[in-house]
């Protein structure tokens, strides 16, 4: 039987969710930079083993509003 996840990296800006995902499906799938708001639309990534798919979401950071 396959089993699927679905896992969203969330986070604020610049503290790493492209270089985590790019690290835990072992590809460069996310753009990796110093500027913020270098992810502007999310980013699948996918990994398989064996009989599990993981299917990963790379969301842009996310900011406090300004009242």
């Known amino acids: 039987m396959t089993k699927s996840a679905f896992i969203a990296i969330v986070g604020k800006p610049n503290v790493g969710k492209s270089t985590l995902l790019n690290a835990l499906i072992n590809k460069k799938?996310?753009?990796v930079s110093p500027k913020v708001q270098t992810?502007?639309?999310?980013i699948t990534g996918?990994?398989?083993?064996?009989?599990?798919?993981?299917?990963?979401?790379?969301?842009?950071?996310?900011h406090k509003p300004i009242h």
């Open 46 to 62: 996918v990994l398989t083993e064996g009989d599990n798919q993981f299917v990963f979401i790379d969301t842009p950071g996310m």
């Open 39 to 42: 992810t502007r639309y999310n």
């Open 29 to 31: 799938v996310a753009i």
